[in-house]
């Protein structure tokens, strides 16, 4: 899990935290006797909801953190001088944040809305990015030197007024400690005074303290290996995606630094999706207690201890077919492809003779790629044949594929439909690793063997006139469905290329309120994932699905194919997407009662959907853009019931469908 704190050119950081560190002592003592000389990397969410991952600041020439208490009086009288520094350095790049290992994001958020805070809260609900800093109390200061390893350069506070009782910030500092380090960082000459005692300031309570002296009695076998057997192991085994074979303590200890470095920056396990929004029946993340305890057993030394090492003694390895599921119903093979050493491949689109006897509904779908490290997605579609009469059934997708993710679980008592005769229809992704591969990818499907009483549906939020300028470094795109009736919502799938960066899904019901359903702080372009709700949620008639995407098109992405180019929507990787699946179904749907018209009416809500920034359901002059933008000189004659909005109705009355504005967008790509 990446997370990252900003991306502007940085001079200096200066981080102000509210915990504990280790490492040099300050001298005469004080709270915060021992301070690390380094802070290792980690990623926090802010209060908006974007993650921040302190490696992706190594461009920076400093930064500057602080610890912060919510509700507290010197904490806001800090946080009002850290954000005069803040703009003092602005020019120079150097980067400012705050802490808060005390509250909750909720809490930190409302301080932030009713202070105006300018500076970022970064919040540390797990506490363990406080405790690696030794964070003791709210208004410690830390600079950090990311050129030399991130090394604490200055802990303390942030000038001598902050280490009284009752600081008075009318008055000039006469010593501003921190100020005089980031001067002494931005110069690439040592700090003077590189450690202060920090004298006042509520102290940050941190529980596992406490027991520190007990994590080496934590049991590698009782505790640790049964947490890697559930959250690890059917990656990291013989056959399996992950890069090494978690099959002994041995292994285990040895990559025991790595680990413990993917925990805290929140790349592994990969599911990505925000804690604090929603519910997730395949959330393979860990859970809080079990993120402390691996990170503590860790730092204890990682002891072997006593006890069968059931890694070793249960070691395994991946099945042809996913155990929950067994052998499929059917299978087909995909024809071979060559994909060579380098080149561009334009996508492949495969097609085979529909396999199912008769009209077919899926329950599953599991996908074994004959070339992983090649094969980036498959996406998938059923052709009816034109010949036959219409199907008594929708079609639907057979399945997609896309990195990290092998199989597709339907609801039960829900059904993917695929009807008698026609094609099954693949598009094929590969891109080229510096060796020749050959692809023949197996498709495995489950099927019920009675129609479901729920036709499971899809459809995607998109937005296929994007446009991020070149080196925009949090470009937003919005876009969103309205729903036409009443649906529950089962699954998500969200989808961007290299510059993707944070994703967000919200329900804004018919009288206004915006709920968010899914977050992911910081998306990872290598765990593309369905996220399937724990339960269904009801979307009433009216609602709007809306989709915001936060792109990375700067330097300092290090995925990113070139920062110099203005990024359009395009297949191949170097392009970008503006995708969102949703699953669902119709509430006034059945196998037996079709509502094909409910889905033709929500598609057409995608003209509007993609464009309405202020999602009001009309199109104001300064949202019509790209190829909408000929509208404009016509806007008053367009405008029938002269509400100053065009709906959806006054767009088709003036021929502008989204197939006619795709042609006028590649006209202009054309000239």
Same mark, same amino acid.
């Given at each position: 899990?990446?997370?990252?704190?900003?991306?502007?050119?940085?001079?200096?950081?200066?981080?102000?935290?509210?915990?504990?560190?280790?490492? #040099?002592?300050?001298?005469?003592?004080?709270?915060?006797?021992?301070?690390?000389?380094?802070?290792?990397?980690?990623?926090?969410?802010?209060?908006?909801?974007?993650?921040?991952?302190?490696?992706?600041?190594?461009?920076?020439?400093?930064?500057?953190?602080?610890?912060?208490?919510?509700?507290?009086?010197?904490?806001?009288?800090?946080?009002?001088?850290?954000?005069?520094?803040?703009?003092?350095?602005?020019?120079?790049?150097?980067?400012?944040?705050?802490?808060?290992?005390?509250?909750?994001?909720?809490?930190?958020?409302?301080?932030?809305?009713?202070?105006?805070?300018?500076?970022?809260?970064?919040?540390?609900?797990?506490?363990?990015?406080?405790?690696?800093?030794?964070?003791?109390?709210?208004?410690?200061?830390?600079?950090?030197?990311?050129?030399?390893?991130?090394?604490?350069?200055?802990?303390?506070?942030?000038?001598?007024?902050?280490?009284?009782?009752?600081?008075?910030?009318?008055?000039?500092?006469?010593?501003?400690?921190?100020?005089?380090?980031?001067?002494?960082?931005?110069?690439?000459?040592?700090?003077?005074?590189?450690?202060?005692?920090?004298?006042?300031?509520?102290?940050?309570?941190?529980?596992?303290?406490?027991?520190?002296?007990?994590?080496?009695?934590?049991?590698?076998?009782? #505790?640790?290996?049964?947490?890697?057997?559930?959250?690890?192991?059917?990656?990291?085994?013989?056959?399996?995606?992950?890069?090494?074979?978690?099959?002994?303590?041995?292994?285990?200890?040895?990559?025991?630094?790595?680990?413990?470095?993917?925990?805290?920056?929140?790349?592994?396990?990969?599911?990505?999706?925000?804690?604090?929004?929603?519910?997730?029946?395949?959330?393979?993340?860990?859970?809080? *207690?079990?993120?402390?305890?691996?990170?503590?057993?860790?730092?204890?030394?990682?002891?072997?201890?006593?006890?069968? *090492?059931?890694?070793?003694?249960?070691?395994?390895?991946?099945?042809?077919?996913?155990?929950?599921?067994?052998?499929?119903?059917?299978?087909?093979?995909?024809?071979?492809?060559?994909?060579?050493?380098?080149?561009?491949?334009?996508?492949?689109?495969?097609?085979?003779?529909?396999?199912?006897?008769?009209?077919?509904?899926?329950?599953?779908?599991?996908?074994?790629?004959?070339?992983?490290?090649?094969?980036?997605?498959?996406?998938?579609?059923?052709?009816?044949?034109?010949?036959?009469?219409?199907?008594?059934?929708?079609?639907?997708?057979?399945?997609?594929?896309?990195?990290?993710?092998?199989?597709?679980?339907?609801?039960?008592?829900?059904?993917?439909?695929?009807?008698?005769?026609?094609?099954?229809?693949?598009?094929?992704?590969?891109?080229?690793?510096?060796?020749?591969?050959?692809?023949?990818?197996?498709?495995?499907?489950?099927?019920?063997?009675?129609?479901?009483?729920?036709?499971?549906?899809?459809?995607?939020?998109?937005?296929?006139?994007?446009?991020?300028?070149?080196?925009?470094?949090?470009?937003?795109?919005?876009?969103?469905?309205?729903?036409?009736?009443?649906?529950?919502?089962?699954?998500?799938?969200?989808?961007?290329?290299?510059?993707?960066?944070?994703?967000?899904?919200?329900?804004?019901?018919?009288?206004?309120?915006?709920?968010?359903?899914?977050?992911?702080?910081?998306?990872?372009?290598?765990?593309?994932? *369905?996220?399937?709700?724990?339960?269904?949620?009801?979307?009433?008639?009216?609602?709007?699905?809306?989709?915001?995407?936060?792109?990375?098109?700067?330097?300092?992405?290090?995925?990113?194919?070139?920062?110099?180019?203005?990024?359009?929507?395009?297949?191949?990787?170097?392009?970008?997407?503006?995708?969102?699946?949703?699953?669902?179904?119709?509430?006034?749907?059945?196998?037996?009662?079709?509502?094909?018209?409910?889905?033709?009416?929500?598609?057409?809500?995608?003209?509007?959907?993609?464009?309405?920034?202020?999602?009001?359901?009309?199109?104001?002059?300064?949202?019509?853009?790209?190829?909408?933008?000929?509208?404009?000189?016509?806007?008053?004659?367009?405008?029938?019931?002269? *509400?100053?909005?065009?709906?959806?109705?006054?767009?088709?009355?003036?021929?502008?469908?989204?197939?006619?504005?795709?042609?006028?967008?590649?006209?202009?790509?054309?000239?």
């Amino acid at each position: 899990m990446r997370a990252v704190l900003g991306a502007v050119a940085v001079s200096a950081i200066v981080v102000a935290t509210v915990g504990t560190a280790s490492g #040099t002592a300050a001298p005469n003592g004080g709270a915060s006797s021992m301070t690390p000389d380094h802070v290792s990397d980690f990623q926090l969410t802010d209060t908006t909801r974007i993650g921040h991952r302190l490696s992706y600041y190594q461009y920076a020439p400093a930064i500057v953190l602080m610890s912060h208490k919510v509700g507290s009086p010197l904490s806001i009288a800090a946080a009002g001088e850290l954000a005069k520094l803040q703009a003092a350095y602005k020019d120079k790049g150097v980067l400012f944040y705050m802490i808060d290992s005390a509250d909750t994001r909720d809490q930190a958020a409302a301080e932030v809305a009713a202070k105006k805070l300018e500076v970022p809260i970064l919040v540390d609900d797990l506490q363990l990015v406080g405790e690696q800093m030794n964070i003791q109390r709210e208004g410690e200061v830390f600079v950090l030197d990311p050129k030399a390893d991130f090394k604490v350069a200055y802990h303390g506070p942030l000038d001598d007024r902050f280490n009284k009782a009752a600081p008075d910030t009318r008055a000039r500092a006469a010593n501003a400690y921190a100020a005089s380090a980031i001067d002494a960082v931005l110069a690439r000459q040592p700090v003077a005074n590189p450690r202060v005692a920090d004298k006042v300031g509520q102290t940050i309570s941190f529980p596992s303290r406490a027991h520190a002296a007990d994590f080496d009695k934590i049991s590698y076998s009782e #505790t640790i290996a049964p947490i890697l057997q559930k959250k690890c192991v059917t990656c990291h085994q013989k056959g399996g995606i992950g890069p090494f074979q978690m099959n002994s303590y041995e292994v285990v200890k040895g990559f025991a630094p790595m680990m413990r470095e993917t925990v805290m920056t929140k790349r592994m396990p990969p599911f990505f999706a925000d804690p604090h929004v929603g519910k997730w029946s395949n959330d393979t993340s860990l859970t809080p *207690d079990e993120a402390k305890t691996l990170i503590h057993w860790i730092e204890a030394g990682a002891p072997r201890g006593q006890g069968e *090492d059931i890694l070793k003694t249960h070691a395994g390895e991946a099945p042809e077919w996913p155990t929950q599921l067994g052998k499929p119903d059917v299978i087909v093979q995909l024809p071979s492809f060559n994909v060579p050493a380098t080149g561009v491949i334009e996508y492949q689109h495969m097609t085979v003779d529909n396999p199912f006897k008769g009209d077919a509904w899926l329950r599953a779908v599991a996908f074994q790629p004959g070339a992983r490290p090649v094969l980036h997605h498959i996406t998938s579609g059923y052709s009816p044949d034109r010949s036959l009469p219409p199907a008594d059934i929708p079609g639907s997708s057979v399945g997609s594929y896309v990195p990290g993710a092998g199989i597709q679980v339907y609801n039960e008592g829900t059904g993917a439909p695929v009807p008698a005769g026609g094609k099954l229809s693949f598009s094929m992704h590969y891109t080229t690793n510096g060796r020749p591969m050959t692809d023949v990818t197996k498709i495995g499907y489950y099927l019920l063997k009675t129609p479901p009483e729920i036709i499971r549906r899809a459809a995607v939020i998109s937005n296929p006139i994007m446009a991020i300028p070149a080196g925009e470094a949090r470009h937003k795109e919005v876009a969103y469905l309205e729903f036409p009736a009443d649906a529950l919502l089962y699954s998500v799938h969200p989808h961007a290329h290299y510059r993707g960066y944070a994703v967000e899904l919200t329900q804004i019901t018919p009288d206004g309120k915006e709920t968010p359903i899914l977050s992911v702080p910081k998306y990872d372009f290598n765990w593309q994932l *369905d996220y399937d709700l724990a339960e269904p949620l009801l979307v009433k008639k009216g609602t709007k699905l809306r989709v915001k995407w936060i792109y990375d098109n700067s330097a300092h992405n290090p995925a990113n194919p070139d920062p110099k180019l203005n990024v359009t929507w395009g297949e191949q990787t170097w392009n970008e997407m503006m995708y969102f699946r949703v699953n669902y179904r119709w509430v006034d749907e059945t196998s037996h009662h079709v509502r094909n018209d409910l889905q033709a009416k929500l598609m057409e809500s995608r003209i509007i959907g993609f464009l309405d920034e202020n999602a009001d359901g009309k199109l104001q002059p300064s949202e019509l853009k790209g190829p909408y933008a000929v509208l404009k000189s016509r806007f008053a004659e367009l405008d029938l019931n002269h *509400d100053g909005g065009l709906d959806l109705q006054e767009l088709a009355a003036a021929g502008m469908t989204r197939g006619a504005a795709k042609r006028l967008a590649e006209t202009d790509v054309e000239q």
